[in-house]
């Protein structure tokens, strides 16, 4: 989400002039691996006008967000914990846990200012300051005007706030204005820029959240909440592969190819109607009457864009 309300976490921080050489240098903020246990899914809009474009003029963005979401692939991985760091050394300067994980049919209604739900903002000196926002109620281990060190943990990713899925947005304030980690130096997408990262982030700007085989149709909230892949399939069952994804954009292409011993046994192709910020789909064969040939089922998966490969993912599942 954008840093809507931010000033009931960050108000009066912003009296110092910054300067470049002040810049903290930024550690990733969550405790996962990137690109696997978490998803850079949305970067900050460069676009002034009503468009939205990222820092590399790509389209892993929304118009007028003011930040970066690091996503967890569902809700299990919340309900789990997943700790929130301090991306730099620095004095907590507000703190806010009051609002429930929920996913609000109408956020600006329910939480007006406070759209970035629970939170931590941590200040680092020269007009610096870090926020962590959608935070889970009742995580937040940190106080006001304590100091904390680079990783320390300040809580977990949560629900709260003006959110549909569970992630933490992390909005950096040089002087109370917006910055962009990945460009701080420039208000144009793609002019040079030194990233305020300690570590290079690599930005997909499409991704595969969660894939796997299954013996009937998946149900998508259940793809949102906890669904696991099947290992193990049945020769009188349908054979399915589904996915989550993020990122679609209109014209990206879909490939899904299921293939054993005997050569290929199902393939599909979907063509992204929509931009979607998530998304899921599913594609497979019902069983009729001749049991499946037995032995190892092998599905590969290949996202396009304008005839680039964006990501590709290999499973396996086996009927025994």
Same mark, same amino acid.
């Given at each position: 989400?954008?840093?809507? +309300?931010?000033? %009931?976490?960050? $108000?009066?921080?912003?009296? @110092?002039?910054? &300067?470049?050489?002040? !810049?903290?240098? *930024? =550690?990733?903020?969550?405790?996962?691996?990137?690109?696997?246990?978490?998803?850079?899914?949305?970067?900050?809009?460069?676009?002034?006008?009503?468009?939205?474009?990222?820092?590399?003029?790509?389209?892993?963005?929304?118009?007028?967000?003011?930040?970066?979401?690091?996503?967890?692939?569902?809700?299990?991985?919340?309900?789990?914990?997943?700790?929130?760091?301090?991306?730099?050394?620095?004095?907590?300067?507000?703190?806010?846990?009051?609002?429930?994980?929920?996913?609000?049919?109408?956020?600006?209604?329910?939480?007006?200012?406070?759209?970035?739900?629970?939170?931590?903002?941590?200040?680092?000196?020269?007009?610096?300051?870090?926020?962590?926002?959608?935070?889970?109620? +009742?995580?937040? %281990?940190?106080? $006001?005007?304590?100091?904390? @060190?680079?990783? &320390?943990?300040?809580? !977990?990713?949560? *629900? =709260?706030?003006?959110?549909?899925?569970?992630?933490?947005?992390?909005?950096?304030?040089?002087?109370?204005?917006?910055?962009?980690?990945?460009?701080?130096?420039?208000?144009?997408?793609?002019?040079?820029?030194?990233?305020?990262?300690?570590?290079?982030?690599?930005?997909?700007?499409?991704?595969?959240?969660?894939?796997?085989?299954?013996?009937?149709?998946?149900?998508?909230?259940?793809?949102?909440?906890?669904?696991?892949?099947?290992?193990?399939?049945?020769?009188?069952?349908?054979?399915?592969?589904?996915?989550?994804?993020?990122?679609?954009?209109?014209?990206?292409?879909?490939?899904?190819?299921?293939?054993?011993?005997?050569?290929?046994?199902?393939?599909?192709?979907?063509?992204?109607?929509?931009?979607?910020?998530?998304?899921?789909?599913?594609?497979?064969?019902?069983?009729?009457?001749?049991?499946?040939?037995?032995?190892?089922?092998?599905?590969?998966?290949?996202?396009?864009?304008?005839?680039?490969?964006?990501?590709?993912?290999?499973?396996?599942?086996?009927?025994?």
């Amino acid at each position: 989400m954008t840093a809507i +309300g931010r000033a %009931a976490l960050t $108000a009066a921080l912003f009296a @110092s002039t910054a &300067a470049a050489q002040d !810049a903290p240098s *930024l =550690s990733l903020p969550l405790d996962c691996t990137l690109g696997e246990t978490c998803f850079l899914q949305a970067l900050f809009d460069h676009d002034p006008t009503e468009g939205s474009t990222d820092f590399t003029c790509g389209t892993l963005t929304r118009d007028g967000h003011g930040g970066t979401d690091f996503a967890l692939p569902d809700l299990a991985a919340m309900r789990a914990g997943v700790p929130v760091l301090a991306a730099a050394p620095g004095r907590v300067v507000g703190i806010r846990d009051r609002h429930a994980d929920i996913m609000a049919d109408d956020p600006a209604a329910a939480f007006g200012d406070e759209d970035c739900g629970n939170g931590v903002a941590i200040a680092h000196g020269g007009g610096w300051v870090t926020q962590y926002c959608h935070l889970k109620r +009742g995580s937040i %281990a940190v106080r $006001a005007g304590e100091s904390v @060190s680079r990783g &320390a943990v300040l809580g !977990a990713v949560g *629900l =709260s706030g003006a959110t549909t899925f569970p992630h933490l947005h992390l909005s950096v304030f040089r002087d109370g204005a917006d910055i962009d980690p990945f460009a701080p130096d420039t208000a144009r997408c793609g002019a040079p820029s030194t990233p305020l990262w300690k570590d290079a982030l690599t930005a997909r700007p499409a991704g595969f959240l969660k894939t796997g085989f299954a013996s009937s149709v998946p149900d998508f909230e259940a793809m949102k909440d906890d669904l696991r892949g099947a290992t193990t399939l049945s020769a009188t069952a349908p054979i399915v592969v589904w996915v989550s994804g993020y990122g679609a954009r209109p014209g990206d292409v879909l490939d899904i190819r299921i293939t054993h011993a005997a050569g290929v046994f199902h393939e599909d192709r979907a063509v992204m109607e929509r931009r979607q910020e998530a998304w899921q789909r599913f594609s497979g064969r019902s069983h009729t009457t001749r049991d499946w040939p037995r032995g190892r089922y092998t599905a590969t998966l290949t996202y396009w864009r304008d005839g680039a490969l964006i990501t590709e993912e290999t499973l396996t599942a086996d009927i025994p």
